[in-house]
């Protein structure tokens, strides 16, 4: 891979479909702005729908092929999962070529969401997890289709709480909650791949985090992180010199970008920014962490995560 990838090599889209949630904002609002700049027709999958109509809006005055279109999506109500998976089975034909799994929520107070969850494991993982199973049909009839989902480098150091996923017992830590929510899907990204290989499916996995990204997101949580260099990565602490380890959006969305597009990018993949232990820099391929490539762990996790969301696992 060009060891300097940016947006200017990314190749032309026309014809692709892609579908980006959390689009209204951040880096699922650039992924998306570059995406259809490139031609792709755009989905943005919001829950907001003041702000999904202004992404769209934005989105649509850069777009240089088809039109794109806006999907109500929540990612913390199941029932609103199911609906978007629906609508977007609808406008595609079922014939989605890259879903990115971009949305994210981080460092709120506890909480749950529709269903129950503890806020950021129900938001991060499970609704994602289940939309990705809910698109599998729409994704096997599109042309070399491939799920991307984010990770984070807040996932290093964090665990599974396979018994007690919700923090329903014991102290509650933000910071925790989301580490585990961003190794979930880190776990669940290279499962999902190894079971698309088992079936034979042409479509395939990949990972990508952004490294440290200033998203506006980090800094109400980053107290709480209990991972001492995350949590100085999170508060902007950690300079080398006079430089800032802190990268833009254009700068932070290139991993993604990279992963949904590139023709090398193979099933299992996962690539991040390659400068300063992965905070910022171009997209190169790295390594998932130990315990995301456990499998005893990924089929515990598959398995509950079905339970729980109660969306019967799809990953032909």
Same mark, same amino acid.
């Given at each position: 891979m060009n060891r300097r990838w940016t947006e200017a090599d990314l190749a032309d889209q026309t014809g692709r479909t892609v579908l980006v949630t959390g689009a209204n904002s951040g880096l699922g609002l650039r992924t998306a702005e570059v995406l259809a700049g490139h031609g792709a027709r755009v989905l943005l999958a919001c829950r907001s729908a003041e702000r999904g109509a202004a992404a769209l809006e934005r989105v649509? *005055?850069?777009?240089?092929?088809?039109?794109?279109?806006?999907?109500? +999506?929540?990612?913390?109500?199941?029932? *609103?999962?199911?609906?978007?998976?629906?609508?977007?089975? #609808? +406008?595609t034909g079922d014939a989605l070529d890259v879903l990115v799994n971009n949305a994210g929520l981080m460092g709120p107070p506890k909480g749950q969401t529709a269903d129950g969850f503890e806020?950021?494991?129900?938001?991060?993982?499970?609704? @994602?997890a289940a939309l990705t199973w809910l698109l599998m049909p729409a994704l096997r009839g599109g042309t070399a289709a491939r799920v991307v989902t984010l990770s984070s480098m807040a996932a290093t150091g964090a665990r599974i709480r396979l018994e007690d996923p919700n923090f329903e017992h014991g102290r509650f830590n933000t910071g925790a909650a989301y580490g585990?929510?961003?190794?979930?899907?880190? %776990?669940?990204?290279?499962?999902?791949? /190894?079971?698309?290989?088992?079936?034979? *499916?042409?479509? %395939?996995?990949?990972?990508?985090?952004?490294g440290y990204t200033e998203t506006g997101l980090q800094t109400g949580m980053a107290k709480s992180y209990p991972n001492p260099v995350v949590r100085a990565l999170m508060l902007g602490t950690m300079h080398v010199g006079n430089l800032v380890l802190a990268q833009d959006l254009a700068h932070?969305?290139?991993?993604?970008?990279?992963?949904?597009?590139?023709?090398?990018? #193979?099933?299992?993949?996962?690539?991040? @920014?390659? /400068?300063?232990?992965?905070?910022?820099g171009h997209p190169t391929k790295v390594r998932p962490l130990a315990a995301a490539r456990d499998l005893a762990t990924a089929t515990? +996790?598959?398995?509950?995560?079905?339970?729980?969301?109660?969306?019967?696992?799809?990953?032909?």
């Open positions: 649509r *005055s850069l777009a240089s092929g088809a039109e794109p279109e806006l999907v109500p +999506l929540d990612l913390a109500d199941l029932a *609103s999962v199911r609906k978007a998976a629906t609508t977007v089975r #609808e +406008l806020l950021q494991f129900g938001t991060n993982y499970l609704g @994602p585990q929510s961003k190794l979930a899907d880190q %776990i669940f990204g290279l499962e999902l791949d /190894r079971r698309l290989r088992a079936a034979g *499916s042409p479509v %395939i996995s990949v990972l990508a985090h952004p932070g969305a290139l991993p993604q970008l990279y992963a949904a597009t590139q023709p090398d990018v #193979e099933g299992g993949d996962y690539y991040g @920014p390659d /400068r300063l232990f992965g905070a910022r515990a +996790l598959w398995d509950l995560t079905a339970r729980l969301t109660n969306v019967t696992p799809d990953p032909q």
